[in-house]
């Protein structure tokens, strides 16, 4: 018997904004002007306090992080879709999302220097779960999170981020395959900012868009401009009403770049050409979405240089604020290895603070 074509696929791009601000007015969605200015002092937000965290890791004054600068659009456009009842879940580079969706710049700081207590929400509640390192793994625990929320038949749903590298792990594909079996309301949301660390993303999938992973689970999939801020604003929309109907998990591929190191302990000259970082700088979201409001006649170099001030203000009082805290439990990390007290990790902590003090007393 002759061999049969049993399904054909595509996978669609979105692209509303591009890098020289000509704008696709019949893809725009409908923001306010209120609305757009928020985005984007979002965005310049999420800009500001990555360069200032630099200049506090660099002063030894917090430790390791990640920075977000280049891929704002990629986070904060989906953090303004979202609606108040759904849950964020990033990894470790959703610095502008987090603060949208109502962390705190200094929580961050308290975060990026060791202390547990960085991870707890300012008031106590929402709808945000701590940054995850462990690469992939928080696709995992979105998908439990849609799984009760379908469960509890709540009209709501899910977005999880995560790199590209992420899609090469075991859990990025278990996480799918659980959401499309389930139908659960999870948005997949990959930056692909074309590094895992130092291998570029053509030596780790032979794929030829991360987007096309979503076909082998039979959920949709779409590849965005991940620079485009109105872009991953949109695709995020229409899969989150998708989720909240009850049609299930889509998969979003946004493509960005990362302009700085992978994290502060990371030398990116060793592994990428600063012609191709030139490349991508004329493609960085700031200038573009900058020069769309300006052209719509509501932005200027005086609104420009008062909001750089106010956010400047705004990063000056949240540091100040990180740096009052004295009240850290130096032993917290041990408080939550596992739910209840286990005498191995007792017998660790009461090394630690042993050391502690022996360092305390040496001076």
Request: glycine share 8%.
């Amino acid at each position: 018997m002759p061999e049969k074509v049993i399904e054909e696929f595509t996978i669609p791009r979105l692209e509303i904004l591009d890098e020289d601000a000509n704008l696709d007015e019949s893809l725009e969605p409908e923001l306010s002007e209120q609305q757009l200015v928020a985005m984007y002092r979002a965005m310049l937000l999420a800009r500001m306090g990555d360069e200032r965290k630099l200049k506090l890791q660099r002063q030894g004054r917090i430790g390791t992080f990640g920075p977000s600068i280049g891929q704002e659009a990629s986070v904060v456009g989906p953090a303004f879709a979202m609606g108040e009842a759904d849950w964020f879940v990033s990894a470790f580079r959703e610095f502008g999302g987090r603060l949208v969706v109502g962390d705190s710049i200094t929580n961050q700081l308290v975060y990026y220097n060791g202390f547990e207590e960085g991870t707890v929400r300012p008031n106590g509640d929402g709808r945000l779960l701590p940054f995850s390192v462990i690469v992939g793994a928080q696709a995992l625990h979105a998908v439990g999170l849609g799984y009760a929320m379908k469960y509890r038949k709540e009209k709501s749903a899910v977005l999880v981020f995560m790199g590209d590298g992420a899609t090469s792990q075991g859990d990025f594909h278990e996480a799918m395959n659980f959401a499309a079996v389930w139908r659960a309301p999870v948005v997949f949301i990959c930056q692909n900012n074309h590094w895992a660390i130092s291998v570029p993303r053509e030596k780790q999938t032979r794929s030829r868009s991360i987007a096309q992973k979503a076909i082998a689970y039979q959920m949709p999939g779409i590849q965005v401009d991940g620079n485009d801020v109105l872009a991953t604003y949109s695709a995020t929309k229409e899969a989150l009403e998708r989720a909240y109907s009850g049609e299930g998990p889509t998969f979003i591929e946004a493509v960005t770049y990362r302009l700085l190191m992978h994290t502060t302990a990371d030398d990116p000259t060793k592994y990428r050409t600063e012609d191709e970082v030139e490349k991508w700088k004329n493609r960085e979201p700031l200038i573009r979405f900058r020069k769309c409001l300006e052209k719509k006649g509501i932005w200027s170099d005086e609104k420009q240089a008062n909001l750089e001030d106010d956010i400047k203000r705004e990063i000056d009082a949240a540091v100040q604020e990180f740096e009052k805290r004295t009240d850290f439990k130096p032993d917290a990390p041990f408080d939550h290895v596992f739910g209840t007290r286990h005498e191995v990790i007792e017998e660790q902590r009461q090394e630690f603070l042993a050391n502690l003090a022996e360092e305390a007393d040496n001076g």
